[in-house]
C-alpha cells in the first residue's frame, strides 16, 4: 500500500522542478508547495499536490482497509488530456465517462413522466371505447 503514491509522487516531483517557482526563483521544492508560493504554481502542480494530498489520506482511511488505496495512473491521466475525454484525478472511474452523448444545448426537452403517462392513459382509453 505505501507504493500506491509514487506515481502520483514522481509527476508532482517532476511539475515542482519544471516550474517557474524552482527553476528561476530558485526556492526549494518544499517551499514551494506552502503558501504564499503554492498559488503562484501552475494548475497542473496545483491539482497533483491535491491529487497526491488524497492519495496519502486514502492510507489511513479505515473506509478502505480491505479494498486498499487505489493507485492513480499519470500516465493514463497524461493519454486522456492528449484526447480530450474527460477524467478524475484521482482513483476510481473518470468523472465523465459513460455520457450518453455530445450535446450542443438544442436537444429537445425530454417529456415530462406525467405527459408520459397521460398519453399511455388516452391511448388505452381510446382503444377501450
Request: net charge positive.
Amino acid at each position: 500500500m505505501p507504493s500506491s503514491c509514487k506515481e502520483i509522487r514522481a509527476a508532482l516531483a517532476q511539475c515542482l522542478q519544471e516550474s517557474e517557482c524552482v527553476m528561476i526563483q530558485r526556492n526549494s521544492a518544499a517551499d514551494c508547495l506552502r503558501p504564499p508560493l503554492v498559488d503562484g504554481l501552475p494548475t497542473k502542480c496545483q491539482q497533483l499536490k491535491r491529487g497526491f494530498g488524497d492519495c496519502r489520506r486514502g492510507m489511513v482511511d479505515m473506509r478502505k482497509r480491505f479494498r486498499g488505496n487505489q493507485p492513480v495512473a499519470f500516465r493514463k491521466i497524461q493519454d486522456t488530456e492528449s484526447t480530450g475525454e474527460g477524467y478524475q484525478l484521482y482513483a476510481g472511474k473518470s468523472a465523465f465517462s459513460g455520457t450518453r452523448h455530445e450535446t450542443d444545448g438544442n436537444e429537445k426537452a425530454p417529456a415530462d413522466w406525467r405527459e408520459v403517462e397521460n398519453e399511455k392513459y388516452r391511448k388505452e382509453a381510446a382503444a377501450a371505447a
